[in-house]
Each structure stands twice: as structure tokens, then as C-alpha cells.
């Protein structure tokens, strides 16, 4: 099979799957991605995402344009965003016919019990992430430093990263002289 090939298979299955968001599906792109395909290695799919946060957009949507450019220049870009959307058109587009036909109130009974399986994938998504970006001790006590400062102090991500990219430096700094 071709790499636009499998592009269209995987990135039309990550959108096929995507119930919750861009979070709730991280786990399932890292799997696809990273562990099926070999395309990115995990330290590559981290920098991805981080890319994707901070550009405009849904990250699943922004995350399959880099992947798929990655793999196949404009064309795969191109693409892995088409398929990583088309599926979840195509249920919603079917899931409005659905709720015309039976009802509004069977349909919100449906979409409540998907709330369990939603909050697990974040959860999946958010271990695998962190146990492949944490390395030793000084960026596992960053981390927990950073949780702190934004539960406690409710401080902005902005403030968080630029404090928490002082220390990283200063703990490198040391380390290295």
C-alpha cells in the first residue's frame, strides 16, 4: 500500500473515532501513528502536538496536516486533513437524519453514555504524552511545579511555560558547566 493510501486509511479512521475532540483522540493518532505505522517516533508526535496547540485550529485537524506533509509533502497534507474530516461529516450529517427520524431524547441518551468513554480516552491520551515526554527527575519536578502553579495559583499557561522554561534552562546551564 502507498503512503497517500495509508494516510487515507489511518487519518479517515482517526476521524471516524474522534468522539470527544482533538484530546480524546490523541491516544488513537499516537497509536496509529507511532506505534502501527512507524511514521514518527514518539518524541516527534510530542513536537507535533505542541505545534499544533499553538497554531490556529482543532489540533487532530492541525496534527493530521503536519503528519500527513510530513509523510507526503503538500499532497499528503493535503490529504490527511481531507480524510481526518470527512468522517466525522459524514456522522454527523447521518446522526441529523437519525435524530429526525427517532427523536431528540433517544439521540441526547446515546451521546451521554459516550460521556465515560470520552473522559478515558483523554485520560489514555494524557499518560501516553507524559510518559513519553518525561524524562528524568528535574522535568518530572517542573512538571509537578507547573500543575501547582496553575491549580494553586490559577497562573496562565504563558506564565507557566515561560517559568517553567527558565528553570528547564537553568537546571541545563548547571548540569552542563
Given amino acids: 500500500m502507498g503512503i497517500l493510501q495509508a494516510l487515507v486509511r489511518v487519518f479517515f479512521t482517526i476521524g471516524l473515532f474522534g468522539f470527544g475532540g482533538g484530546y480524546s483522540i490523541i491516544a488513537l493518532i499516537r497509536h496509529l501513528v507511532v506505534v502501527e505505522e512507524k511514521w514518527l517516533t514518539d518524541l516527534q508526535f510530542i513536537d507535533i502536538l505542541a505545534i499544533s496547540q499553538v497554531t490556529p485550529g482543532p489540533i487532530a ?11 507526503a509533502g503538500i499532497i499528503g497534507g493535503l490529504i490527511a486533513t481531507l480524510f481526518s474530516v470527512i468522517a466525522p461529516f459524514l456522522l454527523v450529517y447521518l446522526t441529523s437524519i437519525f435524530i429526525h427520524n ?6 441526547d441518551l ?4 459516550l460521556t465515560p468513554l470520552t473522559f478515558a480516552l483523554i485520560l489514555s491520551g494524557t499518560y501516553s504524552i507524559l510518559k513519553e515526554s518525561i524524562l528524568d527527575l528535574p522535568e518530572f ?4 511545579f507547573a500543575l501547582f502553579l496553575g491549580y ?4 496562565s499557561l ?9 528553570i528547564g534552562l537553568g ?3 548547571i548540569v552542563k558547566t
Fill in 61 to 71: 485537524i492541525n496534527a493530521a496536516t503536519f503528519i500527513g506533509y510530513k509523510m
Fill in 102 to 107: 427517532i427523536g431528540k431524547e433517544k439521540v
Fill in 110 to 113: 446515546y451521546l451521554s453514555l
Fill in 141 to 144: 519536578l517542573i512538571f509537578l
Fill in 152 to 155: 494553586r495559583y490559577k497562573w
Fill in 158 to 166: 504563558t506564565r507557566i511555560f515561560l517559568v517553567s522554561g527558565i
Fill in 171 to 173: 537546571i541545563y546551564l
